[in-house]
């Protein structure tokens, strides 16, 4: 059985930094690509980031050079560290390899 647990969201400042982990089991993961999605109220979901098996990494415009994403194969994890954080990065982050998504992890970004 295949699982992906987000963790590491909370609320934060904005100009606060946020490190989000995704923990695969059941899955070589090191074989896939691996993407994080939010989805702020009331908007569609969104594709933030993508690494590929090899480490080729893509962003999106609104968080190209602030957001970056990696990956540990030994550990089977994910990672999207997030700096400078606004108030629109608010949202709940998804974790997603292969047709896989996790539950999720709530970012707040708030004075």
């Known amino acids: 059985q295949v699982q992906l647990v987000e963790s590491g969201g909370g609320l934060v400042q904005p100009a606060g930094s946020l490190r989000l982990s995704c923990a695969a089991s059941?899955?070589?993961?090191?074989?896939?690509?691996v993407a994080w999605y939010r989805q702020a109220p009331g908007k569609q979901r969104e594709w933030v980031a993508t690494i590929s098996s090899g480490g080729s990494t893509n962003y999106a415009n609104s968080v190209r050079g602030r957001f970056t994403i990696s990956r540990d194969n030994a550990k089977n994890t994910a990672y999207l560290q997030m700096n400078s954080l606004k108030p629109d990065d608010t949202a709940v982050y998804y974790c997603?390899?292969?047709?896989?998504w996790g539950q999720g992890t709530q970012v707040t970004v708030s004075s």
């Open positions: 997603w390899t292969r047709t896989y």
């Open positions: 059941g899955i070589i993961f090191n074989l896939y690509t």
